[in-house]
């Protein structure tokens, strides 16, 4: 027991579970796994927290759950350096020493003026409780204003997270109708990009604009975002969007605590890795999920399914490397986007890679198969339903 290698995972999300899990299963390493929260957030489903679709905690799976099935440790901590140097990472209230080390602790948000004058849904799990009271707020009006929307970052085009924008403002039309009260609200959904949604292929933007109109929500697309106040959103032609919630996706960018270690990074502040999810220039040090700074087509974007791909071939790549074998891994070929992008009242579903991309509606139907991934994803987490291949 004493001579197994130790692997220390940090994060505690898509990527550094399913790391977790697959070299748990292994059974051949000591694993630690270091997370600031004490379980496991859905972001995909968070969706339906704000209009009372969902409760907070049915998005949240455990950590103590996962572990009755894959017993690895876990320390409840945050990250403030990594020392790959001395194979060390300093933690709020410990170092911690390693053989593997898996860095997986997610991104950054990029800075805007007066971010704090928004609320995100792919920010801190609790902030989809400030946007539900928000909602909640304005439905006891009766009436009110809502702008929606994502942003880029210029630097790394994979950082951009705008899926989530879309179906939280799909979601409030719907739950606004069926209160009876929708035509009292504006809501907006804006961007600086000239077409935001394009990456998930031709396909997306007819269908998009189609809900946009039947919706009837407004659009601000192809202007520079310069900040954020109290009750609008500013753009580079001096021109405001006013809103009574702002809710906004910043663009991920590189990790604070990136700038005090030592691993390589990109331009943007992502960690440089090869197509095995290897730290460039080391042998010992993986870097998947957000963090990574990951390279395919113009399309790319990170997503969930493709940090748990990442997870997966990390732990493969481990366990070769102990096996002194060259039988490795990589994420470039498995790069595509893929998601139940869910309305409210129905979903649609949108794949794209390097050969095709193509998108289905699916009324009525696609709202329940969604749900249906949600419990999907948790069974699959504590062990009791089998992961399907490529989900």
Known sequence: ??????????????AGIQTAIELQKSGKFKVTLVSDRNFLYLFPISIWVPVRQTEFENVKVPLATIQKKYPFEVIIDSVKEIKASVRQVDCQNQTLSYDYLVVAFGADKMKHKGLENTLSICGK????????????????????????GFGGNPKDKSAVRGGPGFELIFNIHNILKKKKIRQNFELTFFAPMEEPGAKMGKGALPMLNKLFDR????????????????????????????SDLILFIPA???????????????????IKIDNYCLVSGLSDVYAIGDIA???????IAKQGHIAELMGQNAAHNIIESEKGTTNKKGYQEHLNILCVMDTGDGAAFVFRN????????????????KKGWGMYSKLTKVG????????
């Open 293 to 299: 700074a990951i390279e395919g087509p113009e399309w």
């Open 384 to 391: 009791k339903f089998p992961r399907l291949p490529g989900m």
């Open 252 to 270: 991920s960018a590189g990790h604070s605590v990136l700038q005090s270690s030592d691993l390589p990074l990109s331009d943007a502040g992502f």
């Open 354 to 369: 390097n050969t095709k991309s193509f998108l289905i509606p699916m009324p009525i139907v696609g709202h329940w198969i």
């Open 125 to 148: 799990p609790e902030v989809s409780l400030a946007i539900r009271d928000g909602i909640d707020e304005l439905i006891r009006k009766g009436r009110g204003k809502i702008a929606v």
């Open 1 to 14: 027991m004493n001579d197994k290698k130790r692997v220390l995972i940090l994060g505690g999300g898509f």
């Open 215 to 242: 919706y009837k929500i407004e659009k601000r697309f192809g202007k520079k975002i310069t900040g954020f106040e109290p009750g609008s959103v500013a753009f580079e032609d001096e021109s405001k969007l006013e």
